[in-house]
């Protein structure tokens, strides 16, 4: 399967966007998916997930209450909403899916996306 990201940009510290990871098949309806950022000179870190089902997700602490996860399945299309934007939150961000198909949570991530930049500025 192929994942592709997009909707990153420049911004303020408290704007919001939204990014997009779009697949080119219908795997999130059978694999749960997440998004991962990275920031230069730092480890990948999680963010976010849903469950297959979406009615289940988890968050890293430092984007609780900010960020929020969603899907559009018709459109094979997972969403990250990102409020109250940090200089902090700046990284190249990544959607991954499950290795393994209905499960929850997810162990092992298998097809990542190429990424997509987050500038965000004081």
């Known amino acids: 399967v192929q994942l592709v990201d997009s909707g990153g940009g420049s911004v303020q510290a408290g704007d919001s966007l939204r990014l997009s990871c779009t697949a080119n098949?219908?795997?999130?309806?059978?694999?749960?998916m997440g998004w991962f950022r990275q920031a230069p000179g730092k480890e990948r870190e999680f963010v976010i997930a849903i469950s297959w089902t979406g009615s289940s997700t988890t968050y890293a602490d430092s984007v609780k209450r900010r960020f929020t996860i969603s899907r559009d399945l018709a459109k094979n299309t997972v969403y990250l909403q990102m409020n109250t934007l940090k200089p902090e939150d700046a990284a190249v961000y990544y959607c991954?899916?499950?290795?393994?198909?209905?499960?929850?949570?997810?162990?092992?991530?298998?097809?990542w996306g190429q990424g997509t930049q987050v500038t965000v500025s004081s």
């Open positions: 991954a899916v499950d290795r393994s198909p209905l499960t929850w949570p997810i162990k092992n991530y298998g097809s």
């Open positions: 098949d219908r795997i999130f309806r059978t694999d749960s």
